[in-house]
């Protein structure tokens, strides 16, 4: 069982950053996942054990997903933040060690064990 903690959420104005955090990496592909009132989850970015990462279209350029192994992190940096990034974010970890080869995030549904969530706010 995997249990994991996001930390990092806020409100900024756009054109802001924030660096959103979740432990533990537990060595697993992970992702993170955000989703708006009334809107479907959607897949942020994915990573492998590996470093391999995956952009949604709408982020890729402005977040940057990254591991850093000796402090057991996922982090997910977002800078140039638009209002249209205003959701809850959550981390997730597939539960297994996997390569990340497909162009886009894997779909929420293959993905075992999720956070809490952390919320992002951005004011225009």
């Known amino acids: 069982q995997v249990q994991l903690v996001e930390s990092g959420g806020g409100s900024v104005q756009a054109g802001g950053s924030l660096r959103l955090s979740c432990t533990p990496d537990?060595?697993?592909?992970m992702g993170w996942f955000r989703q708006a009132p009334g809107k479907e989850r959607e897949g942020v970015a994915a990573?492998?054990?590996?470093?391999?990462?995956t952009y949604a279209a709408s982020v890729k350029g402005r977040f940057t997903i990254s591991l850093d192994n000796a402090k057991n992190t996922l982090y997910l940096q977002m800078n140039s933040l638009r209002p249209e990034d205003t959701a809850m974010y959550y981390c997730?970890?597939?539960?297994?060690?996997?390569?990340?080869?497909?162009?886009?995030?894997?779909?929420?549904?293959?993905?075992?064990?999720w956070g809490q969530g952390t919320q992002v706010t951005v004011s225009s």
């Open positions: 997730a970890d597939k539960g297994y060690r996997c390569r990340n080869l497909r162009a886009l995030p894997p779909p929420g549904y293959e993905y075992s064990y």
């Open positions: 537990s060595g697993n592909c």
């Open positions: 990573i492998d054990p590996y470093g391999t990462a």
